[in-house]
Every structure is written in C-alpha cells, then in structure tokens.
C-alpha cells in the first residue's frame, strides 16, 4: 500500500507533466506567444482536466491537498489573460478541490 506521501508525489508529478506556467507563461510574459494562443489553451485546458482528475483520484490528505492547491496558479494564469474565473474547467476545478479538502482526513 502506498504512503501518504508517495501518493502526493505521484500526484504532483502528474500535475507538473501538462503545467503550462514551467515554461508557456514565459512565453506569454515575454510577448513570443498570446494569451489566445490554440496551442497554449490545448495545454492549459489538458493541465486543467489532469489537475481536477488528480484531486478527485483521492487518497490525498487535508494537508497533502494543501500542498497542491490550484488555486495559486490558476490565479497567475487569470492574471496573464489564459483563463478567466468564469471558464467551466476552472470553477469545476475550484469545486474539485473544496470537495476534496472538505472530504479529506487529517
């Protein structure tokens, strides 16, 4: 049986394989792509969907969800024009996680 924390690893790398901030969002900083970019909503729309799959897998503890809470970079990419807080994927992921977090134990 896996650990808490081999569980949170896993999820994190899941999550890191599709993350459109590691390298796309520079791109969009440094004005070599646009916020409405197809390929970059592709990818991002793909990190989203892996994101809430991960959160809804279960497994994850209170503080283990926490440590991977979206909410910080969803907020960076709302910030630079890739998603808006009205986009389906981004309230269900925010749902996802309020789920997750009440549902979880210690």
């Known amino acids: 049986m896996e650990s808490g924390e081999q569980i949170l690893q896993r999820a994190i790398a899941t999550i890191s394989q599709s993350d459109p901030l ?60 890739v998603l808006t807080d009205e986009q389906q994927a981004v309230t269900g992921l925010r749902a996802s996680f309020e789920q997750a977090i009440a549902a979880a134990m210690e």
């Open 22 to 81: 590691t390298k796309l969002l520079e791109q969009v900083k440094l004005g070599r792509m646009k916020p409405t970019d197809a390929g970059l909503r592709a990818i991002t729309g793909s990190w989203l969907g892996t994101y809430q799959k991960v959160i809804e897998s279960g497994g994850l503890t209170r503080q283990a969800l926490r440590r991977i809470d979206p909410n910080p970079r969803l907020a960076v990419l709302i910030e630079y024009g």
